[in-house]
Nanobody, 123 residues
Framework: QVQLVESGGGLVQAGGSLRLSCAASGRTGSNYAMGWLRQAPGKEREFVATISGSGDRTDYADSVKDRFTISRDNALNTVYLQMNNLKPEDTAGYYC????????????????WGQGTQVTVSS
């Protein structure tokens, strides 16, 4: 089992920045591939970014490419999402998740989930 706890969400003006953190505990020795996903009210949960277990590969949704950066520090069992140039359409609950397979854009392939952290971007 892996437990995930997100932090760093909040209210920010359009054009601003936030950094989300996801602290992992439990069976973290496997260095699972990790992802950030988000869900806005009335919408389905969607892929944002993913990173391989070693951190050498990343992938992003087109809507956040060149604005968001995913990274990880395996010594600290923590994954980050640096979000720059935020837009009102980025407003959502952001979830950290771990997959037992390779990094993926597929929401259903994530096995372990955090409780989420809210990001609200005002115009």
């Amino acid at each position: 089992q892996v437990q995930l706890v997100e932090s760093g969400g909040g209210l920010v003006q359009a054009g601003g920045s936030l950094r989300l953190s996801c602290a992992a505990s439990g069976r973290t020795g496997s260095n699972y591939a990790m992802g950030w996903l988000r869900q806005a009210p009335g919408k389905e949960r969607e892929f944002v970014a993913t990173i391989s277990g070693s951190g050498d590969r990343t992938d992003y949704a087109d809507s956040v490419k060149d604005r968001f950066t995913i990274s990880r520090d395996n010594a600290l069992n923590t994954v980050y999402l640096q979000m720059n140039n935020l837009k009102p359409e980025d407003t959502a609950g952001y979830y950290c998740a771990a997959t037992t397979g390779d990094m993926t854009r597929m929401v259903y392939r994530y096995t372990y989930w955090g409780q989420g952290t809210q990001v609200t971007v005002s115009s």
